[in-house]
């Protein structure tokens, strides 16, 4: 039980008394992708929500040690596989979110929430600029004003998943020492 304590320890986490539950950060980005894969109503279309960006942003933020761009890179290929796009795209796009975090995470955790809710659609608003400039390039399709949309609700929905998404994270024991 030390040597886990310890190696714990040296990885900058600490386990609570209920200990640390492995399953909190690839649960949630199952959800995300489930979320992702659901079918909405047509007028919903354009302004779905980047679920997946907003975990892979809340993670980076909340333990960068853990959950980096390595981490983004693997989700955007699992989203590339999952959505039968472009192979390297959304992986590309996820690694950028996944560096913004990281890089940027001590100042954005100190944001109130309506400030981090402005960095979010800015990242999100990258994004999809760059995917869409990708399928521009690739398929012939339009990149049109009403894509931007989704990083507006992307925006909206962040103090949600934010709070769920911390709520989480005490829960299962994740807690990063600072």
Do not use: K
């Amino acid at each position: 039980m030390m040597a886990l304590r310890s190696r714990a320890v040296s990885r900058g986490y600490r386990r609570t008394a209920r200990g640390s539950r492995w399953w909190a950060i690839p649960g949630s980005f199952a959800v995300a992708f489930l979320l992702t894969v659901l079918p909405y109503p047509d007028w919903m279309r354009f302004a779905v929500p980047h679920w997946v960006s907003l975990v892979l942003f809340y993670w980076c933020l909340a333990v960068p040690e853990r959950v980096g761009v390595g981490s983004g890179w693997i989700v955007g290929l699992l989203l590339d596989l999952l959505l039968h796009t472009l192979f390297g795209v959304h992986a590309i796009a996820m690694a950028f979110v996944a560096m913004v975090g990281v890089s940027f995470h001590r100042r954005l955790r100190l944001y109130h929430l309506w400030q981090q809710c402005v960095v979010v659609f800015g990242v999100c608003a990258i994004e999809i600029t760059f995917v869409g400039w990708i399928f521009h390039l690739t398929n012939a399709a339009e990149l049109r004003l009403v894509y931007w949309q989704a990083a507006f609700t992307t925006a909206l929905v962040w103090p949600v998943v934010y709070t769920l998404l911390r709520f989480l994270r005490q829960r299962s024991g994740i807690v990063q020492i600072r």
